[in-house]
């Protein structure tokens, strides 16, 4: 078998890999068939130089080849005793792979590609460059599918040569005419100077790699100690606050218990007094009877005599001894009970401000600072985009949701978060954290941020007439939130920026401006709010009228 297989290597064409068909040989020694040779010099016509497809020797002029007989009885004996396997289907070039530039037909997969060659091999047609000492100065690299793009289009030389002053590669040959006087060095050269710029830049972004890892371990452990610390606030203060119900649920029992104690007490003492009333009544009742019965004696002796004798009355326990409160009896529990609870009540309120001023500290504590440039706040620039199934009918989206403008009634078709009554429309992103846009506006307009559940009906759905947006009323120069509009001064730039800080509770808005063309923009500060923020806001835009017969419009811009 090995014995075979070292006769077909022996006996297969070097280009297309088969045995040979109607062989010929070259005058450098190299034997390949009648039709693979023609097809290899007819595509070098063009260059006016023939060569070997093995050993790169040339040829001036075209040889003209004959077959070679005893090749050809040769090969013809070797297919009578029998042939190997040809080569499986995984050694041929798939449309992934780089093929071979010399084999015809079904072409094998390249295992190099030679950068002096401008060519790819196959591990057959690759031997002379191992065999041949021309050869083995060539440049070998992993198979390499666009090897004509180091060939120059002008010339058709191998670009060997970097122009540092073009910043390009090119041939000795440009180096003669439109590169002539430039810094110019050899391809390689520049290669080693730049894997060592781009060494020094791996190691500094691995550096930089090295050190947001730490950074990002230092946070991981920062947001358990957030957790572990307001996981220990919200035990602790509902621990207090039970404790408070509890002692709050004992004193209300204590003051029920001390009113029941004292109602048994003076409902027994006044039930004492109404006992005693009620013999004293019937004493003198039978008293009254008995004198009653006396008056009606007939004889004037007997009456007169008898007079003296009748039993004088006792002192009686009547009504000038008994005290009717007539405001009640426990009004003044009811008000010690009142005044509590007020004082109660402006202790909450008081040590609640103080409880959110310690969690605004909180947010201090956490919070980076506010940028203080204009490339700070570029750091957090955010791509919005608008949503339509929010827009008002009268405005129309364009230049892929981006803008926003003053049209006309337009067919939108009905949905729940569409605005009904007011120009408005809100953006597909939910914003938190640390958030930069611009836009360039026009006409009378409303920059925002709401709530999602903000109205969409009714007068009060406007962004900042409610307490679910916030809104800068750029035409007015005014701010609004819940109703309530502040004058600012707002100078005449077309573009603002918007900031957010979210978690701190930051709204930010700022004239964008530059002194002439080519000048970096400058930023003016406009308004700034400083509340709490309970949801992920959206961003707004109100637009109506015209200014200077400009659209009324707002774009989202991306900064510059």
């Not at 021309?134 to 002008?154: A, G």
């Not at 078709?413 to 360039?440: A, I, M």
């Not at 709204?507 to 002194?515: A, Q």
Request: with cysteine.
């Amino acid at each position: 078998m090995e014995q075979n297989q070292l006769d077909r290597e022996t006996f297969s064409c070097p280009i297309c890999l088969d045995l040979l068909k109607d062989p010929v040989t070259a005058t450098c020694g190299h034997s390949y068939c009648m039709s693979c040779i023609k097809t290899h010099w007819d595509e070098e016509d063009q260059k006016q130089i023939h060569s070997c497809p093995q050993c790169r020797e040339t040829f001036t002029p075209r040889p003209v080849l004959k077959k070679n007989t005893i090749l050809a009885a040769l090969v013809e004996q070797l297919t009578k005793t029998g042939l190997p396997a040809a080569p499986a289907d995984h050694c041929y070039a798939g449309p992934e792979d780089v093929a071979c530039n010399v084999c015809t037909g079904r072409k094998l997969k390249a295992i190099k590609s030679c950068f002096f060659c401008v060519a790819s091999y196959c591990e057959k047609h690759l031997q002379p460059h191992y065999d041949s000492d021309p050869l083995k100065k060539h440049k070998l690299v992993k198979p390499f599918k666009n090897l004509r793009e180091n060939i120059c289009s002008h010339h058709n030389n191998v670009m060997k040569i970097f122009c540092r002053t073009d910043q390009k590669c090119i041939c000795s040959l440009c180096l003669m005419e439109e590169h002539k006087g430039h810094d110019t060095v050899s391809a390689t050269e520049e290669r080693t100077e730049k894997e060592k710029k781009l060494q020094e830049r791996r190691e500094n972004i691995q550096q930089r790699i090295q050190d947001q890892e730490k950074d990002v371990k230092l946070l991981q452990q920062e947001v358990e100690a957030i957790n572990r610390s307001a996981d220990k606030a919200v035990e602790d203060s509902e621990e207090t606050f039970t404790e408070l119900i509890r002692l709050l649920q004992k004193r209300s029992s204590d003051v029920k218990q001390q009113i029941r104690s004292q109602q048994e007490t003076e409902v027994s003492r006044v039930k004492d007094v109404e006992e005693k009333l009620q013999q004293e009544i019937t004493e003198l009742k039978r008293k009254d009877a008995e004198l009653e019965q006396f008056s009606h004696t007939e004889d004037h002796n007997q009456f007169l005599l008898n007079y003296p004798s009748l039993p004088a009355l006792s002192e009686s326990t009547g009504s000038s001894s008994i005290k009717i409160r007539p405001l009640g009896y426990f009004e003044n529990a009811t008000a010690a009970v009142s005044e509590l609870k007020g004082k109660l009540q402006q202790v909450l309120r008081d040590t609640w401000t103080d409880i959110l001023h310690s969690l605004n500290d909180v947010n201090d504590l956490l919070s980076e600072p506010e940028p203080k440039s204009r490339e700070g706040f570029l750091i957090y620039a955010c791509e919005i985009t608008l949503d339509p199934n929010t827009v008002y009918k009268k405005l129309v989206l364009s230049k892929g949701n981006r803008k926003v403008m003053v049209i006309g009634n337009q067919s939108y078709s009905s949905h729940p978060d569409r605005f009904t009554n007011q120009p408005q429309v809100l953006s597909k992103e939910s914003l938190t954290g640390r958030c930069y846009w611009e836009v360039e506006r026009r006409g009378v307009v409303h920059l925002a941020v709401a709530y999602r559940n903000t109205s969409r009906t009714g007068n009060e759905c406007e962004f900042g007439n409610n307490n679910k947006s916030w809104a800068l009323d750029v035409f007015n120069s005014k701010f609004g939130h819940d109703s309530s509009w502040t004058p600012i001064s707002i100078s005449g730039s077309l573009r603002i920026g918007v900031y957010l800080d979210h978690t701190a509770g930051i709204l930010s808005f700022y004239n964008i401006s530059s002194r002439k063309e080519g000048d970096a923009a400058t930023m003016a500060l406009i308004h700034r709010v400083q509340t709490t923020f309970t949801q992920p806001l959206y961003v707004g835009v109100y637009v109506e009228g015209f200014l200077a017969g400009y659209e009324a419009s707002v774009e989202f811009c991306k900064p510059r």
